[in-house]
């Protein structure tokens, strides 16, 4: 079965330290992997994505995540935290069909 | 100002009750999407359509109809509202299957 499984329901950093939201799947093939934001009463704004080539993909706000084949995992990183990253943050696989998959999310609590 | 556009943002049913949640973008993107948001569940997808016309089920789409007469627009109906389709909905859309989705601000539902 395909699935994204995002194993910290939450995640507290302190602001200017390095931040790391983990995603792992679960999914036949070679899906397209991507990362959304959810601020409150909002729908998601797309972070990054990977669908091929370089293993580290850089994105919005300073955001990069860093996929690996063997462990399948798109973990989300930050070197620096802000306390306006506080957020509800979700990985999300696509196979070769439009399913979108996505992991229950990760609350990340950025401290001053 | 081009978008996506969820109607109504709140909306308070009873069960038994035929609920139509609305949804329109202004890009001509050829695929929309409709999901749920649940605690513990993320987003999960009830159906999504790739043209005017066609529409597919997604991971969860019993109780629910769409139609896609038209391009901008993707209706979802409860044809006979239930208390566990209390939830979230987010519609959202894009211009390729790989390409990053647009996500509405939500309808949030409740069913008495």
């Known amino acids: 079965a395909q699935s994204v499984a995002q194993p910290e329901d939450q995640v507290n950093v302190a602001e200017g330290n390095p931040l790391t939201v983990k995603c792992t799947y679960s999914?036949?093939?070679?899906?397209?992997l991507f990362w959304y934001v959810q601020y409150p009463n909002r729908g998601l704004q797309f972070l990054l994505k990977?669908?091929?080539?370089?293993?580290l993909v850089k994105g919005s706000y300073g955001f990069e995540a860093e996929f690996n084949k063997s462990q399948t995992s798109f973990h989300l990183k930050k070197p620096s935290a802000l306390v306006s990253d506080s957020a509800l943050y979700f990985c999300?696989?696509?196979?070769?069909?439009?399913?979108?998959?996505f992991g229950a999310g990760t609350r990340l609590t950025v401290k001053p | 100002d081009a978008g996506i556009t969820q109607s109504p943002r709140y909306k308070i049913t009873e069960t038994g009750r035929q609920v139509t949640l609305m949804c329109h973008q202004t890009?001509?993107?050829?695929?929309m999407f409709w999901y749920r948001q649940d605690l513990g569940h993320g987003l999960r997808l009830i159906y999504y359509?790739?043209?005017?016309?066609?529409?597919d089920k997604g991971e969860v789409p019993d109780g629910y109809v769409v139609s896609r007469s038209k391009t901008e627009n993707f209706p979802l109906t409860l044809e006979s509202a239930t208390r566990s389709q209390t939830s979230v909905y987010f519609c959202?859309?894009?211009?390729?299957?790989?390409?990053?989705?647009?996500f509405g601000d939500g309808t949030r539902l409740s069913i008495l």
């Open positions: 959202a859309s894009t211009a390729g299957s790989n390409q990053p989705q647009h």
């Open positions: 999914v036949s093939g070679n899906p397209y």
């Open positions: 990977y669908i091929t080539g370089d293993n």
């Open positions: 999300a696989v696509l196979p070769k069909n439009n399913d979108m998959r």
């Open positions: 890009w001509s993107h050829s695929y």
């Open positions: 359509s790739a043209a005017a016309d066609i529409t």
